[in-house]
């Protein structure tokens, strides 16, 4: 399995731990909730849910809303499946967010990672974090080092856009030591003195603050049939 499909799965199945889904909803949550999937292709979530369907953590069930009763034949569609997560699917999640080896520091996997720290416990969260930060210190020197180097050789448009790049590592660093200083007090991002996962707040679908430099503005795409 590729490290985007990994991804993509981890995700699924922790939008899924919230609630079951139609895969127009799970697409629509994936790519507004979490905005590491807006360059991601819709063609791979349906492939990645009858993947998950088959290694028995997720099930398929028909949908049982008014309007799903309606919509087939009113529209000449089958109703749409909704995708429920199960008991062998929750437990995989879990060991997913347990896990706290490299993937979990860099760019995507860190975002979608990020978004569900309120599943998370209070120690994994730390090492998560810390390890992120490391990453990041290593990823700005290598860059000051590179711009000492070459500095003389840029042009002021390549020059400025090499700071800017140094710039946002800076600001997320800076955003890092701020969380871990929060994590290291018994804080949550709401305020919380509890050593539990943080409080999640879901209003409007949201699954947490979720870093989103360089975000593009959201495409909407049609509705789609039952897979």
């Not at 991601?40 to 993947?51: A, D, E, Q, R």
């Not at 089958?78 to 879990?94: D, W």
């Not at 000492?148 to 997320?172: I, K």
Request: proline content about 4%; some cysteine.
């Amino acid at each position: 399995m590729s490290r985007r499909s990994g991804i993509l799965e981890f995700a699924v199945l922790g939008l899924l731990r919230e609630s079951p889904m139609h895969g127009y909803e799970l697409r629509k949550r994936l790519n507004t909730s979490l905005g590491v999937f807006r360059a991601f292709s819709y063609g791979t979530l349906y492939p990645c849910l009858k993947t998950l369907v088959a290694n028995g953590w997720l099930a398929e069930e028909p949908g049982n809303t008014h309007d799903d009763a309606l919509a087939a034949p009113l529209a000449g569609r089958r109703a749409k499946i909704v995708y429920r997560l199960t008991a062998e699917g929750k437990e995989h999640f879990e060991e997913l967010l347990s896990q706290t080896g490299p993937d979990a520091y860099e760019d995507e996997h860190f975002a979608a990672r990020f978004a569900f720290f309120g599943q998370t416990s209070r120690d994994v969260r730390m090492r998560v974090l810390e390890g992120r930060r490391s990453r990041l210190e290593e990823r700005l020197e290598k860059m000051r080092a590179s711009l000492a180097r070459t500095r003389e050789r840029l042009d002021d448009y390549t020059l400025e856009l090499q700071r800017h790049g140094m710039e946002s590592v800076e600001r997320e660093v800076r955003w890092l030591n701020e969380l871990i200083e929060s994590e290291r007090a018994g804080r949550d991002l709401r305020g919380s003195a509890s050593g539990g996962p943080a409080q999640q707040d879901t209003t409007n679908g949201s699954t947490g603050g979720l870093p989103r430099p360089g975000d593009t503005p959201r495409t909407d795409t049609p509705d789609d049939t039952a897979t």
